[in-house]
């Protein structure tokens, strides 16, 4: 991989530009890298369909599974594959992202309306259609989001 560094008294803030052929992991994790270690999350996250690599935003984002020991997002009616755990998209997306199960995460904007299901368990409805099962251990946390 090639390296320049431009330096220049007109840039008031650093910033960098990734020039590339394809979106490759390696590409991929340099660009949340370099967002990391400026303190910054890229607010998007980098997800595959069939085999092609769409640049995802953090407010299109409605839903993180885990399925299989795969992770993936739902975003406009659209699942991709992600290369990272949940507990990293969580750290990167912020606080408009909660774990809601063990194997599922909300963007806390897209969340609808709330029902009670069975024994503790309650469904999350989503203004995009999709739902989601919260358990009791994340209830808690709901309700406290929802002053409640």
Known sequence: MKVDINISKEVKEPYVVIHTAEMTPEV????????EISGQSVGRIIGTIDDRKI????DKISVIRVENEKVFIVSESMTYRVNK????????LGKDF??????????????????????GVMVLNLKDGEKEYISRKYVPELKKYLSI
Do not use: C
Request: glycine residues 0%; without cysteine; proline residues 2%.
């Open 28 to 35: 991929s994790e340099l660009a949340n890298t370099i967002s």
């Open 55 to 58: 640049i995802i935003e953090a």
């Open 85 to 92: 755990r949940m507990y990293e998209l969580l750290d990167i």
């Open 98 to 119: 909660m774990q809601v199960s063990k194997s599922a995460s909300i963007n806390l904007k897209f969340l609808r309306s709330v029902e009670p299901y069975f024994n």
